[in-house]
């Protein structure tokens, strides 16, 4: 047991080549990576792996997966070659045995570039164990806070929670110059965000995010708002939390990041 809890992590991961390009974002996550406690070991929960039922990869070398299509070369080379960690993640399914049934994914899946291309920048010598819990699309929103609550003993143990999605995530409504002013409707539910980070309930604004009236704007699909309701659903409501803004990048796609404690 840790005297203070591992810190958790909601990491905007935009773009896959944050994963190759310098940017302010992947200078962040190595600034994170160095001055956070060595992790034990990471579970990760990734906008990228949606599923029906919960399941966590359960192999002792998770392959690289390079889930995307259209970039550079170079992109599709790189690898994060973490162990995984069977016995976590069979300890996983012991935790949540009785509200998520647990699958265990021993073959199929690995870490998606929602996972490796922020581990590559947090901790680049892919020498901490690593497992990804998938994103459960028929549970509701209060359900991942939930998870997330649950999952709150394994930072006293020294296991990072790294959430990683986007605050505002629409693909369809991107401007593809970086430099583009961002939305009116995307500022307004970025600060909808910023300002609800610190209600803690499973009735929270943020938990029920959908009534907001930018929502189906700034997310035509959940996948990368419920990462970060897992990490809120880990905070013990007196943690600090620590905010990164770092801004809305072509018009729909925010980089807000949170580290809690």
Do not use: K
């Not at 994103?135 to 997330?148: E, F, I, N, V």
């Not at 961002?182 to 604004?205: C, G, H, I, K, M």
């Amino acid at each position: 047991m840790h005297d203070a809890p591992m810190p958790a992590l909601f990491l905007g991961h935009g773009s896959p080549m944050n994963a190759l390009a310098e940017t302010p974002f992947n200078a962040l996550w190595r600034r994170l990576g160095s001055a956070l406690p060595r992790p034990r070991a990471i579970v990760v929960i990734s906008a990228h792996w949606c599923t029906e039922g919960l399941w966590v990869t359960a192999m002792s070398h998770p392959p690289t997966l390079h889930d995307f299509a259209g970039f550079p070369t170079p992109l599709s080379a790189l690898n994060y070659p973490a162990p995984g960690s069977p016995a976590l993640a069979r300890e996983l399914q012991t935790l949540l045995a009785a509200d998520f049934p647990l699958a265990l994914a021993q073959q199929a899946w690995g870490l998606d570039h929602g996972a490796w291309s922020l581990l590559l920048h947090l901790y680049p010598q892919a020498n901490i164990p690593v497992v990804q819990l998938s994103l459960d699309l028929t549970r509701s929103a209060a359900d991942h806070y939930r998870l997330g609550q649950l999952l709150a003993q394994l930072r006293r143990r020294g296991i990072l929670l790294l959430g990683s999605g986007n605050v505002v995530h629409n693909l369809r409504t991107l401007r593809w110059q970086s430099v583009a002013s961002p939305y009116p409707w995307a500022l307004r539910f970025e600060r909808f965000v910023r300002d609800n980070l610190s209600q803690q309930s499973a009735t929270s604004p943020l938990v029920q995010f959908a009534r907001h009236p930018d929502a189906t704007l700034a997310h035509p699909t959940v996948e990368h708002f419920l990462p970060l309701l897992t990490v809120l659903g880990c905070w013990d409501g007196r943690e600090r939390q620590q905010v990164f803004d770092l801004g809305i990048v072509m018009g729909s796609l925010s980089m807000l990041s949170l580290q809690i404690g």
